[in-house]
């Protein structure tokens, strides 16, 4: 992100930064305010924020890292509001009996993992009872990708300056600045152009969902077919289906070892007892949840001219050249575990390093990408197109089964005619709404996801 001069900028972020802080205390006359200063621009920012806090009564020390390149105007106001100075040696009382620490030690300038004395403050910080309210962004974190290398600093809030930064979206990063407030500075006109992340929101959604007319027949609609489910893993393809039926196709096709179970579930299910080659006609394909090691209908499913996706099994058993190969557009939906395999490198590097995984794995088979877990990201193959991050969805979609509802869900949103790319934002989306419903604040099942997707479809289209 391009640096700005300081000045009207940086009054406007003090400003709105001193405003959360009034905010965040129960008063601000007589509280004891902290602020870790670094030499950039975002220590300026805590010191001009803390003058207004000194001005309204506060008693604000600022902990100066480099207190020969602190800014020096920004020091002089704060002074001249009351506020006082002190070294780094001294911050560990002044943190354990602050009632708002600023962290200010760096923003957007920060580059790779925290020095040392950095590191120390970080670590004085956790220990900390204060409230602690991030500048821009927790120090420590990288702006740009969500990743974390070594100590960051833990905030309650974080206030945001103009535009929400990657870091504050994708984990592990975004567990580290807690709440987020952005605060608009009036810098659009200085941002890119296209910026590196999209999050599509109720709106965006709502326009991109299909709508039967009075024209609209189940066929007209679009179908859907399932390849999934094996004797061993029959609930996968039950799941798939459930999610499928919500997804907005006319009619659904199942094709696979775990007719039974889906049919005494979902009697509406068309059957066919081929493989997807002679399946009859769809408009998309899901492929691999469930299907245990028989690799026929993947590739079946690729061989076949209409959208692909390709989930759980499935993307272990496709030939990446085949799907890169392809006409017809593909769409992955791997977890953590998944991507890993595809690249491979560890789950850990992956949950370390989403962003940068889901743009190689959609560079590598030519193909969308939805990875899903703590963050669910999407990547189309184009490098120019930002990458989505979802908005929705909560923890407790954790749970066998929820994927395979995302992908039947994707699946049918692919064959009513979404992108790929729309297809698994608007999936992701419903799927984390119909989770957050379906949990509200307690254990639920896959089963209770892919039921309450109609709720959610409701809640954004009208
Ligand atoms: N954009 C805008 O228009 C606006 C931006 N604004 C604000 O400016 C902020 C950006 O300010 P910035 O560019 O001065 O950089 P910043 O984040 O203070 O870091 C640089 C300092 O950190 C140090 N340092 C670096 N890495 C480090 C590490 N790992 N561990 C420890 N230290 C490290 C580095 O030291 P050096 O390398 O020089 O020794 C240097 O002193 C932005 O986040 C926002 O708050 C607002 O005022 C509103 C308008
Ligand atoms: N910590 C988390 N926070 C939010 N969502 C999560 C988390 N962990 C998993 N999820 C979501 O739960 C679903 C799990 O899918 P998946 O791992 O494929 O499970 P399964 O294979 O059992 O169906 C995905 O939609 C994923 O994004």
Request: aromatic fraction near 4%.
């Amino acid at each position: 992100m391009a640096r700005l001069p300081a000045g009207a900028l940086m009054q406007r972020a003090a400003a709105g930064l001193a405003a959360a802080c009034a905010d965040a205390l129960p008063r601000v006359y007589g509280s004891r305010v902290t602020l870790l200063t670094g030499s950039g621009d975002n220590g300026a920012d805590t010191l001009y924020a803390g003058a207004r806090l000194a001005r309204r009564g506060a008693s604000v020390t600022a902990v100066l890292l480099a207190p020969d390149r602190t800014h020096p105007e920004a020091l002089k106001t704060l002074l001249r509001a009351g506020g006082t100075t002190a070294t780094a040696t001294d911050a560990a009382p002044l943190l354990q009996h602050a009632d708002l620490v600023l962290d200010g030690i760096v923003g957007i300038g920060g580059k790779g993992g925290l020095r040392p004395e950095a590191t120390h403050l970080a670590g004085l910080l956790a220990a900390s009872p204060a409230t602690v309210v991030a500048v821009d962004l927790p120090s420590g974190i990288e702006p740009d990708t969500g990743e974390v290398h070594g100590t960051a600093v833990r905030a309650d809030l974080t206030i945001t300056f103009g535009t929400h930064k990657p870091g504050l979206l994708i984990d592990p990063a975004r567990a580290y600045a807690g709440s987020v407030r952005l605060i608009d500075i009036g810098l659009a006109a200085t941002l890119p152009h296209t910026p590196a992340l999209e999050s599509l929101q109720h709106a965006d959604i709502a326009a991109l969902l299909p709508r039967p007319t009075g024209e609209s027949d189940k066929y007209r609609r679009g179908v859907v077919g399932i390849a999934a489910g094996s004797t061993r893993y029959p609930g996968a393809a039950v799941l798939a289906v459930a999610g499928a039926l919500r997804g907005g196709a006319g009619a659904v096709r199942y094709v696979g070892a775990a007719t039974d179970a889906v049919l005494a579930r979902f009697p509406e299910t068309l059957i066919s007892h081929t493989g997807p080659k002679k399946a009859g006609r769809v408009q998309a394909w899901v492929a691999g949840p469930g299907a245990a090691d028989d690799p026929a209908p993947v590739a079946e499913a690729l061989a076949t001219d209409v959208p692909v996706l390709l989930d759980a099994d499935g993307l272990r058993l496709a030939d990446r050249d085949t799907v890169r190969t392809r006409k017809a557009p593909t769409l992955l939906t791997p977890h953590a575990g998944e991507a890993a395999a595809l690249l491979g490198i560890s789950r850990e590097e992956v949950e370390a390093a989403r962003l940068t995984a889901v743009r190689e794995l959609a560079r590598r088979y030519d193909a969308t990408v939805l990875l899903k877990g703590s963050t669910t990201l999407i990547a189309a193959p184009d490098p120019d197109t930002p990458v989505r991050v979802n908005a929705t969805g909560t923890p407790w979609l954790a749970t066998a089964g929820s994927g395979d509802v995302l992908s039947g869900l994707a699946g049918s949103l692919l064959a009513a005619g979404l992108s790929p790319l729309d297809a698994a934002s608007a999936a992701a989306y419903l799927h984390g709404l119909a989770g957050r419903y379906a949990a509200d604040g307690a254990p639920t099942s896959a089963h209770d996801v892919a039921e309450a997707i109609p709720r959610a479809w409701r809640d954004i289209t009208t």
